[in-house]
């Protein structure tokens, strides 16, 4: 059973990357306004951020919330020289590109876990063997991302329902606005809510076991409390952007957020 471990950010590994490729606009994530392929002004010259346990205070929320699923490493591995001793316009440019595939790879292998969808294990295998390929790509620009989104994204749809199993119609709420509501101790055990806007809505104590959370936007949630065990397809990123507390039950593949 193939594992996540290398899908995991290993800053330690990475020459900065996503530190000079992204795009920061002054907002309420990001204090500053930096375009991309110019380094952040708090980038040491080691490639470690020199207000890593300050972040969020020094007004760099949006630094917080992001993952590249490992990303950043394999290129750093891949290219061998930083950045600042070659030109890193390949690099740069390559990050999201592998971020989205590596994200693919995160779900179906989370995928291949599930004895409920044994039925498609061989069909998960395939697709996961070929987003592998194509994430070792000589040149990740040539890559079409969205044509290889797509098989993966109807086998994980019926995973999702094989895993769920039948539901009420309550719980259908795929792409949902759930912007701001109150559903505190809301019953959402294996709900579709895949894409759902949660934004700012108040989860606390909901039930959430074996929810289906693909793509959706849990910024500023209220999951304090809330028992996400078994959830499918929940993200780091996806849970460094909510809130909870020491009470929140989490999946064993993501971790507790620092600033909970």
Known sequence: MPTRT???????SCFGLCCVALTFSRSADFAIDKPAGEACRNLDDDFRCGIHTQLRPKGFQGCTVYDCFGAGQEISRRAGRSWREQPGAEMFAALP?????????????????????????????????????????????????????????????????????NQPKSKERRGADLIGKRLRAADLSNANLRGAYLIAADLTNANLRG????????????????????????????LNAAQGDTRTKLPAAVTRPAHW
């Open 211 to 238: 929810a289906d959370l693909i793509g959706a936007d849990l910024r500023d949630t209220n999951l304090r409390g809330a028992d996400l065990t078994g959830a499918l397809f929940l993200t780091q990123p996806q």
């Open 97 to 165: 590109i592998l971020r989205q595939l590596h994200e693919l790879r995160w779900y179906l292998t989370e995928a291949l876990t599930y004895k409920a969808a044994a039925a498609l294990h061989a069909d998960l295998r395939t697709a996961l063997t070929r987003v592998e390929e194509v994430s070792r790509t000589t040149d990740l620009t040539t890559v079409d991302v969205p044509a290889e989104r797509a098989p993966v994204n109807e086998l994980l749809l019926r995973t999702s329902k094989l895993v769920r199993g």
């Open 6 to 12: 290398e899908l995991r950010a290993d800053c330690g």
